[in-house]
């Protein structure tokens, strides 16, 4: 294992619970005004949840459509990034993963007048544009509000691909156009097998290492499990500083991070390494500064969730154990 490090959250792309459970949060509705849109009929995403097919059966071919067009220019696959790297749902992915994310986007025209979303239908699609100018209305009491108009970029349909709450607004295209459509129950098979392979990969490492493997039971490592975030940070970026108090344990999942003393370069980590261990059980600060040294994906073990979930006992036994070993 490393030597301990200080911490910070950074510049990453986002984060997103190392779970399998890949409904824990929600997305908010593209507008903000509470007076003329109501979430009363936002499903929560639990209850929510797509279970139109039994994902666990599908394979990746199931969601392969000869008939769409899926095809884009790297300059297309940037731009969807562009507009899409806010959205909470697509935090936490790294580039090539969100790229895979895209490639199941295909092209849909439409013409103007066309309703592309109604109010009130049950929502199964996520829209990028690509072209065109559109407007989004809420009806209520009888009369049609004008929300916002999107021309030439933006998205909509973004709380279709956590659950099939009815579509809080309609979206009627102004001009002939060109959207980007992602059918949500692909957009939740990709985020299940994404969810899995991370849980499988934690779970590997974490066995790896005595502090867990001699103290904690499967029980508990599962419930660690839930609790992980991933976070990808870039080139540069500070993970955890010397000196700085230590709230999270980190699992290097993909990348190379540099390890620092004093400034000084003492070694570099790879996959499947880990550093801030200590910081879980006790209170002391950070021993070394990491930053990334390239873009690197990490698995975040928060010490305020390692606490609420580990019960006090097991604790007290991992905290002797630190202590002896790095005595």
Known sequence: HASEKGSRDS??????????????GSSMPFWEDDD??????????RSGMIQACNLDEMSESDFIDTKKDCNKTSKEIAEIIKQINSLV???GYEDKELKSVIGYMYRRKVTK????????DVGDAFFVIRSGKYDCTVMKGGKSTRIRTYEGSGY?????????????????ALTDGELWVLNATRYVWLKKNQAVRNAECFERVIRQIPLFSNNLTDSHVNSLIDAIEVLTMHKGDVICRQGEPGDAMYFILDGSVSVLVGGKQVRTMGANEFFGERALVLDEGRAATCSALSDVKLAKLPKESFEMLIPDSVVASMREYVAKAYA
């Open 11 to 24: 510049r990453s792309r986002g984060s997103s619970h190392f779970s399998t459970d890949v409904f824990r």
């Open 36 to 45: 003329e849109v109501s979430n009363d009929n936002v499903v929560s995403p």
């Open 89 to 91: 749902l697509f935090q």
């Open 113 to 120: 007048g066309e309703v592309v979303i109604k109010q009130g």
């Open 156 to 172: 909509f349909g973004d709380l279709a691909l956590v659950n099939h709450a009815p579509r809080a607004a309609s979206i009627t």
